[in-house]
C-alpha cells in the first residue's frame, strides 16, 4: 500500500480499470467521472427521469466496491424484452436514491455506502451536461452517443450548460492530491468532459504535484483519428488544463491480426513521438501495460497501470 492521495479524472471503460488497479495499492483514491453520456440506459434515464446520466458512475463505483456480491448485481441488465430491457440495476438504484436523498451527488454517496466503496465517487458536475464536438471543418455534432464518421476526428469539446459547478469534494480532493491521473479513455467524450466541471481548471492550476496523462494505446474513430500521444496531451492543454507533467504509455508491439481488425474500423496505434512529449516538458514513461488476453482488443490491465502511475508518482515527488 502506497501512501499516495491519488484523484483520476475519465469515464467510460477506461477509469474502470484504472481504479481496479489502484484501489489496493494506494491509501487515498478519489474518482472524478464524467457526467455526459446520453445513450444506451443512461441516456433514457436521463430524458425520463431528468437526473444525471448514472451509467460511467455505476462503473466506478462498481469498481471500488467492498461488497463484490452487491456490485454485480449493480451491473445486472434486464432482458426481458420489456421497458426495463438493457436498464443496469445499479442505474435504477442511482437514479431512485438521488431522487430520495434531493440531487444527484447525494444518490452516488448514498450508493457508495451501500457498496462500502474504497475511496470516494464524485460526478464531474452536479448535474447533466451535454457534449458540444466540434471538428476542423468547423461542423459540429452534439451529444455522446452522435454517431461520427470514422474517417473525422474533433478539434474540441464544451458543455452545455458551461457554468455547472463540479461538487465541492472534487475540488478539495485535487487540493489535497499528491498526483491527478487523466485517463485513459475516450478523449473527447470521457477525459476531457470530466474536467470542465466548473472549478476543476483553476484548482488544477493551483496544483503542484504531477499531472500524468495515462496515453490511449490506440487512436478512435471519429474522435483522435491520426492522433499520435502528444496530440493528445496537446488537446488536454487546449482545453484549459494547466500543465501534463508525465505521460504512461504502452510499449511493446501488438499482434499483427489485432492491428489489422482496428485499422478495417478506422483506429491505429497512437504514436508515441518521444521527441515532440520531450520538447513540451513532458517526461514519458514506457512500459508493458497492457492485458495479456487480446479476445475483447486492446485493453489496459488494471495491476500494470497501476503500478506505473505510482511509480511516476513516488519518483515526481
Known sequence: MEDLRVVAFGGGTG??????????????????????????????????????????????????????????????????????????????????????????????????????????????????????????????TRGESTPRDAGRRASSVAVEPADVPAPPGVIEAVEGADVVVLGPGSLFTSTIPALLGGGVRGALAGFDGPVV?????????????????????????????????????????????????????????AVVDLGTLEDMGVRVREADLLSDDFGAGVRHDPAKLAVAVCDVALVRL
Do not use: W
Not at 489502484?22 to 437526473?51: C, H, I, M, P, Y
Not at 440495476?89 to 447525494?106: H, K, Q
Not at 488536454?236 to 507533467?245: A, E, F, K, N
Open 15 to 140: 477509469l474502470p480499470v484504472l481504479l481496479r488497479g489502484l484501489r489496493d495499492r494506494v491509501e487515498d483514491l478519489t474518482a472524478v467521472v464524467t457526467v455526459g453520456d446520453d445513450g444506451g440506459s443512461s441516456g433514457r434515464l436521463r430524458q425520463e427521469l431528468g437526473v444525471a446520466p448514472p451509467g460511467d458512475v455505476r462503473n466506478c463505483l462498481v469498481a471500488l466496491a467492498g461488497r463484490r456480491e452487491l456490485a454485480e448485481v449493480f451491473n445486472y441488465r434486464f432482458e426481458s424484452g420489456g421497458e426495463l430491457t438493457d436498464h443496469a440495476v445499479g442505474n435504477l438504484i442511482i437514479a431512485a436514491l438521488s431522487d430520495m436523498a434531493g440531487g444527484f451527488c447525494e444518490g452516488v454517496e448514498q450508493a457508495a455506502h451501500f457498496l462500502r466503496v474504497k475511496g470516494q465517487v464524485f460526478p464531474a458536475a452536479e448535474r447533466s451536461l451535454t457534449l458540444v464536438i466540434t471538428h476542423p471543418d468547423g461542423s459540429v
Open 213 to 269: 496523462y495515462a496515453a490511449n494505446v490506440m487512436t478512435q474513430p471519429g474522435e483522435t483519428t491520426g492522433f499520435s500521444v502528444s496530440d493528445h496531451v496537446r488537446a488536454l492543454l487546449d482545453h484549459g488544463i494547466p500543465r501534463v507533467t508525465d505521460v504512461i504509455s504502452h510499449s511493446g508491439t501488438l499482434p499483427d491480426e489485432l492491428v489489422a481488425r482496428y485499422k478495417a474500423e478506422g483506429a491505429a496505434p
